[in-house]
């Protein structure tokens, strides 16, 4: 009987208990979402370092005496600065970017054949540079452009006539245009493959009384390069909500 009264207070005390648990206030909040990562921007610094390779077709003109040509190639690769921005609330980005380069590419036009004795020649280009505009639209992280602006380069050429030697050499400008596409490695690093066309104009080497000798320097280059992205006012804190 006695047993019988002290299991019967156990169940009313566990039955008290458990509504009494019910009724208290749980501590559950909303629940907690991970907040959508920053949207990349491409507005921003960036220097890097690019490197490829560069190709033309040169001639020399050497008056009465014929014209001499040659394919050179050679390697090129150097640094680069400049910035981008990108327009509030949409893709297109506009910037700017100068670079420096050196250079191995070089060319020997071979020997002619002339009345005032055998003709030879070489070119070649030491180091060059631009300071150009960029304009491209952001894919997100995926930017293609299109650029274009001044150029410079150290050019060298030489023509030999007979025993005579004539050479022309130093800095030259002319402008350079090309293409290319960017892509965001990270939020900070961004890679790079690139096409520029490069006119640094001609000129004319007289030939001791018997004309001049007429080169021109243009070339293709074609890189990649590698870009660290220095944000503009630092990274985009992410938004999270506030209780």
Known sequence: MVRSGILGLMALFALAAAAQAADLPSDKGPALYAPPPPVFSWTGFYVGATAGGAF??????????????????????????????QLPASNVVFGGETDFQGSTLRGDYGTLATAAGPASGSSR??????????????????????????AYGDVHD???L?????????????????AGVEYAITHNLTAKAEYLYTDLGSVSTPLAGVGAAHTRAAFHAVRAGLNW?????????PITSKY
């Open 56 to 85: 033309s077709h040169e001639s020399v003109s050497l008056g009465p005496f014929g014209s001499l040509s040659t394919n050179p190639a050679g390697f090129v690769g150097g640094g680069e600065a400049g910035f981008n921005y």
């Open 125 to 150: 280009l030491d180091w060059w540079g631009s300071a150009r505009a960029r304009l491209g639209l952001s894919f997100g992280n995926v930017l293609p452009y299109v650029t274009g602006g001044f």
């Open 158 to 160: 030489n023509v030999a």
């Open 162 to 178: 007979g025993t005579a030697n004539f050479s022309a050499g130093g800095v030259r400008t002319g402008w350079t245009a090309g």
């Open 229 to 237: 992205k220095f944000d503009w006012s630092g990274a985009p804190a």
